[in-house]
């Protein structure tokens, strides 16, 4: 059961452009939502988190919204660079930040 | 990442075989995971230890058992390998509640 749906699964952005990638959770007990970035070879590393206290948090060019009544967090990435070319993933979680469920991923292509 | 290492990287072995993989951490995290990368599926939680000897299951835990003796190691063995365990293996930990999860860099399965 994916209790996380993302779209898209796939991103192409001009440089400069934004990115937005979107998820979807169920479970309402969740209470942590962070966001991974995965380059190839590599495993996730987080990219910023949110809790639901909080509609929006920034860091950089980096976004996250939170429509709690709609159950929705997306990840909005400013002025998009080749260097954030990547796959995304979100997640979500209880409150101790323990047993994430993540989303399918996005891969996104920032072209030059 | 958090000192993680995961060993070994990369494996190839045959249908009914028995696999061990071995999540090694320096930073102490009281807290281990364990997920599989698949495409299409995001990653999924397979065991996890909230510490020495207190392992639980994840949500796709079928033909996968863990042992924790020591906060720094956590393994993972599939007693009787099957192609439908080919995947990308990631071990995560993390400090304590609330705090980040960190990922290894993982250890891509083929079971043929």
């Known amino acids: 059961q994916q209790q996380v749906k993302q779209s898209p699964q796939s991103l192409i952005v001009q440089k400069g452009g934004i990115s937005i990638i979107n998820c979807a959770y169920e479970n309402t007990a969740f209470d942590y939502f962070p966001w991974y970035q995965q380059f190839p070879g590599k495993g996730p590393a987080l990219l910023i988190a949110?809790?639901?206290?909080?509609s929006e948090k920034k860091e950089g060019r980096f976004t996250i919204s939170f429509n709690k009544s709609a159950k929705q967090f997306s990840l909005h990435i400013m002025d998009s660079q080749p260097g954030d070319s990547a796959t995304y993933f979100c997640?979500?979680?209880?409150?101790?930040?323990?047993?994430?469920?993540f989303g399918e991923g996005t891969q996104l292509t920032v072209n030059p | 990442d958090a000192g993680i290492t995961q060993s070994p990287r990369h494996k190839v072995t045959e249908t009914g075989t028995p696999v061990t993989l071995r999540c090694h951490q320096t930073?102490?995290?009281?807290?281990m995971y364990w997920y599989r990368q698949d495409p299409g599926h995001g990653l999924r939680l397979i065991h996890y230890s909230y510490g020495v000897k207190d392992t639980d299951k994840g949500e796709v835990s079928d033909g996968y058992s863990v042992s924790r003796s020591k906060t720094e190691d956590f393994l993972l063995t599939l007693e009787s390998a099957t192609s439908s365990q080919t995947s990308v293996y990631f071990c995560?930990?993390?400090?304590?509640?609330?705090?980040?999860?960190?990922f290894g860099d993982g250890t891509r399965l083929s079971i043929l």
């Open positions: 997640a979500a979680g209880g409150t101790s930040g323990s047993r994430l469920t």
């Open positions: 995560a930990t993390q400090p304590g509640p609330n705090q980040p999860q960190h």
């Open positions: 930073e102490n995290h009281r807290y």
């Open positions: 949110i809790r639901p206290d909080v």
